[in-house]
């Protein structure tokens, strides 16, 4: 088994020195888009594309991250309370996934706060209310654990404000 | 604070880590979150924790039950900071 505690993991910005051929994680549509249309999103300014690796070429997990929007009217009652009445500014995490023999060791945990970590960095760049995900029913539970919420008429569309993200970490681990 | 149910395990119990991430109920990742929690001493990079799969169940079910709003998150993001190299 792979020792997660000595080795040396580091997201970067997928590039063609990452070899996306090699790269599995179980589900056929995940491996697709990573091997044939990730590349082109980024070059098309449709997402952005970060990968997990250890060696600068291996790939152990990526993420991707976009520009989206949310209907206030979507959104929970005391969450719309606080915002306008037009298309909320978001960030999609569109796609996340784990190297087949990488999996069961805690590394989605990884992938996700480095998706939010870098969503949140964004947001002070070009405003964004809240990180967006479209989940499956096996991963729901984990994003409930991890402060999301679902949309009442949509539970498998979660968010987790970019507030609250910030405010659970604030004066911990990211300056405000 | 969580009561820590596993506090005076002997360090012969080492060849059990492995067990916590093949049989335990949660990855090895949450197993040391809650670990953490619970008042363990993360030990030094590289080394294996001490926990049999039966105890790191308990720490993780004494977690769940008294863990604050956020906590997940916070010990999640604590973890990935002290795992991730900055790019």
């Known amino acids: 088994m792979t020792d997660i505690g000595a080795a ?7 590039s063609p020195l990452h070899d996306k051929i090699a790269f599995r994680c179980g589900q056929t549509n995940l491996d697709a888009y990573f091997q044939r249309q990730a590349r082109q999103d980024v070059s098309r300014n449709l997402a952005r594309v ?6 600068g070429k291996n790939v152990d997990g990526f993420y991707t991250l976009s520009a989206a929007s949310i209907d206030p009217g979507s959104l929970p009652a005391d969450a719309a309370r606080r915002l306008p009445s037009i298309a909320i500014p978001a960030t999609l995490l569109g796609r996340m996934a784990v190297a087949k023999p990488m999996q069961g060791l805690g590394l989605g945990n990884f992938v996700l706060m480095s998706a939010l970590r870098m969503a949140w960095e964004g947001s002070r760049v070009i405003g964004s209310w809240a990180v967006v995900v479209d989940a ?3 991963a729901h539970t984990c994003y409930l654990k991890y402060e999301f919420q679902p949309l009442p008429d949509r539970p498998l569309r979660l968010f987790l404000a970019m507030s609250r993200f910030a405010q659970l970490l604030s004066g911990l681990y990211i300056a405000e | 604070m969580v009561t820590n149910p596993i506090h ?25 979150l809650a670990a953490e929690q619970a008042g ?38 604590r973890r990935y900071s002290q795992m991730i190299r900055p790019a």
């Open chain 2, 40 to 77: 363990f001493t993360n030990p030094p990079s590289g080394e294996p924790w001490v926990l049999t799969a039966a105890d790191a169940e308990a720490v993780i079910a004494s977690w769940n039950d008294t863990r604050e709003p956020g906590e997940a998150l916070k010990a999640a993001y």
């Open chain 1, 136 to 138: 499956t029913a096996s």
């Open chain 2, 8 to 32: 005076s395990k002997a360090r012969s119990q080492e060849a059990c880590t492995v067990a916590v991430a093949e049989s335990a109920p949660a990855s090895r990742m949450d197993i040391e």
């Open chain 1, 8 to 14: 040396s993991f580091r997201f970067e910005p997928f």
């Open chain 1, 50 to 55: 970060y990968v997990l690796t250890r060696d």
